[in-house]
């Protein structure tokens, strides 16, 4: 299986830069998706020390990154990248299978699963 994300040079760099400041360089990165968001689904990410027997695993860059089954194929094809500017920088996700996205740029929904939409 091809890998599920891609983590750019720049994402891989601030997740490292994390992982050092907090004392996880030993960490796996977690990503996934859950319900929630204004559109249905909110991504997640956050650092973890222990692998499920259900987790797709790979390695970009350098870091160990955990996909639990139920996210793998909603996320297929996404890139994570970094984005510095004049206000700051943070996290951007472009994910293909997205059909609607809301403002906030963390919450969306997919042809095949609208999760659970909050209020804004």
């Not at 027997?53 to 297929?76: A, F, M, T």
């Amino acid at each position: 299986m091809s890998d599920v994300i891609q983590l750019t040079e720049a994402a891989a760099f601030q997740i490292k830069d994390m992982m050092k400041e907090h004392g996880e360089e030993n960490a796996y990165l977690r990503v996934g998706v859950k319900g929630g968001g204004c559109s249905g689904l909110s991504y997640g990410m956050g650092f973890e020390h222990d692998r499920h027997e259900d987790d797709h695993e790979l390695e970009q860059h350098g870091i160990k990154i955990l996909i639990d089954k139920e996210s793998v194929p909603i996320l297929k094809g996404t890139i994570i990248d970094y984005k510095q500017s004049l206000m700051g920088g943070g996290f951007t996700i472009n994910n293909p299978n997205a059909i609607a996205t809301c403002g906030c740029g963390s919450s969306f929904r997919t042809a095949a699963n609208a999760g659970t939409p909050e209020e804004c």
